[in-house]
């Protein structure tokens, strides 16, 4: 009877061995899966904010020629409403609020150069007129700006 008992028993112990083998091996598949999908999305996610950096990073740059453009363009006398004015303003504007979305989403090295190019733009468009000194006078905070872009990008 001893015997006949045994075989069951070892029977029964091979399965439930068997099952739990089969449950860790079903269990560490899972878990594995799982963190290879979490570093997926996270890669996806670090690519994607990359992607608006650099789309915020050009619209910078296409505000801040914008910009340029009309402060070559400001005649000697301006006022409120005409023409010149009326193109001035919203590059103006444009120009602060791509400022603010750099401030906003790229890295916080990035900002202080975008400032000072802003500024640097604003007086241009507002208050300078000398054509030969406006671009030597920006020159250096375009260089310190795209130095500093192009190092937070990277």
Not at 39 to 53: G, I, L, S
Not at 88 to 114: F, Q, V, Y
């Amino acid at each position: 009877m001893a015997g006949d008992l045994w075989t069951p028993l070892t029977s029964m112990a091979g399965v439930a061995v068997g099952g739990a083998l089969t449950y860790l091996t079903q269990r560490t598949t899972q878990r594995t899966a799982q963190r290879a999908e979490e570093q997926r999305q996270a890669a996806a996610r670090t690519e994607e904010r990359r992607a608006e950096q650099i789309r915020t990073v050009l619209e910078f740059i296409r505000c801040a020629l914008e910009a340029e453009g009309v402060a070559h363009a400001r005649p000697p006398q301006w006022a409120v409403g005409d023409d010149w004015y009326v193109t001035a303003r919203p590059a103006m504007d444009g120009l602060r609020i791509a400022e603010k979305s750099i401030e906003l989403l790229c890295a916080p090295g990035l900002h202080s150069p975008t400032a000072s190019y802003a500024l640097a733009l604003n007086q241009a468009v507002w208050q300078e007129r000398d054509e030969g000194i406006l671009a030597e006078r920006l020159e250096p905070f375009k260089a310190e700006f795209l130095a500093a872009a192009r190092h937070s990008l990277t």
